[in-house]
């Protein structure tokens, strides 16, 4: 393998909810969720995927199933 180990997904997805859910500018995300770089690329490839969608999709249904509101 080459180059920089790649970060943890989970923790990218931390660093991207936590820069949505402040209004940061992706370069002011805090150090300990990776490069801002990083959260930003994969924010873009995972939205474009339809990564997003689907989570929020599943959790609509899980709500809807248990008749929880998340």
């Known amino acids: 393998m080459r180059g920089v180990p790649r970060v943890d997904d989970r923790k ?3 660093g991207i909810i936590h ?5 940061l500018r992706w370069r002011d995300a805090p150090a300990g969720y990776g ?11 995972w939205s ?4 997003f969608d689907r989570i929020f999709q599943a959790l609509a249904a ?9």
Do not use: C, D, P, W
Not at 35 to 45: D, I, S
Not at 48 to 51: E, H, L, S, T
């Open 12 to 14: 990218v997805i931390s």
């Open 19 to 23: 820069v949505i859910r402040y209004g």
């Open 35 to 45: 490069l801002h770089k990083t959260l930003y690329n994969r924010f873009v490839r």
């Open 48 to 51: 474009r995927a339809g990564v």
């Open 62 to 70: 899980e709500s809807t199933a248990t008749g929880t509101l998340m």
